[in-house]
């Protein structure tokens, strides 16, 4: 057996699948970060996503990429329009903010199971083939998901880094009452940030549908997986979130690899429980994005 040729491998599936998770967490601490709300619907709009990417392409028969990015602008509008409508009187509320996007969540669920029924519906790939490095096989699907996916983040961070409205929201996050005398029209950056955050989980949601199943029940784990890592990277803070999705998805890619996924995810708890008792701030605390 090829000890390194299976590190290597599964390597390069923890960087894979922390990529997902940190599109996840980024959307979540994003929202947090605007509206000082915990927004547990976050798995749904995920859910959501996925089911966004089969029906643009299986429906409509558009690429993938397209796909990707319909679903991803669709669910930012719908993202702004939601927060406008339902999450307004919420703002900077965390416990009643809270308790709506648990009733959101739910909501959205059953909607879902309705409308696309209870049954697992499989994507095809998104491109056939591997991609063969030396010894190390990946299939052409999941370097298709890694490049999108990273094509996402760039644009975010350069959306938040040099554009006007992007570092108007940097402002509202880091100091909403020096933003508002400053000029900034904070609130209309609320539907804004919201709508980017049910954006990544949508795209990330997108991502993943040629690589798992879809049904009205996937947003579970995803969710649970953003708050691990928001809680592991610290809460408000987008480096921290990326650092710690990418340490995450390798944990669990690893621990898969020579125990078990049960044992993986135990782990992955533990991990989550000593940096509560050794670094309750997380590893980077609440940075600036």
């Not at 967490?25 to 995920?46: C, P």
């Not at 879902?112 to 063969?132: C, I, K, R, Y």
């Amino acid at each position: 057996m090829d000890w390194g040729l299976l590190l290597t491998q599964a390597t390069i599936n923890g960087l894979i699948i922390g990529l997902l998770y940190l599109l996840m967490a980024v959307g979540f601490t994003l929202v947090f970060g605007v509206m000082r709300m915990v927004n547990f619907a976050h798995g749904e709009f995920y859910m959501l996503g996925s089911f966004g990417a089969y029906f643009f392409t299986t429906g409509f028969h558009l690429p993938f990429l397209a796909a990707v990015a319909l679903t991803f602008i669709g669910s930012i509008v719908v993202g702004g329009l939601l927060e406008w409508l339902i999450l307004k009187p919420f703002r900077r509320d965390e416990l009643n903010g809270m308790i709506v996007t648990i009733g959101m969540a739910m909501i959205l669920q059953n909607l879902a199971l309705m409308v696309f029924g209870p049954d697992p519906l499989s994507m095809p790939a998104v491109a056939e083939g591997t991609l063969a490095i030396g010894s190390i096989v990946i299939p052409n699907s999941r370097v298709y998901v890694v490049i999108f996916a990273m094509l996402v983040l760039v644009g975010l961070y350069l959306f938040l880094r040099y554009s006007k409205p992007g570092r108007a929201l940097r402002a509202v996050v880091e100091d909403f009452e020096i933003a508002s005398i400053q000029g900034i029209g904070a609130r209309i950056y609320y539907p804004l940030g919201f709508g980017l955050g049910v954006g990544l989980a949508a795209v990330a949601g997108a991502l993943m549908a040629p690589l798992f199943s879809v049904s009205p029940f996937i947003g579970a784990t995803p969710l649970l997986k953003a708050f691990i890592v928001v809680v592991l990277g610290g809460l408000g803070s987008i480096p921290g979130a990326a650092f710690a999705g990418l340490v995450l998805g390798l944990i669990e890619s690893y621990a898969s690899l020579f125990f078990s996924s049960s044992t993986a995810d135990m782990l992955i708890f533990a991990v989550v429980m000593a940096m509560l008792v050794l670094r309750p701030r997380g590893l980077l605390g609440k940075g600036d994005i």
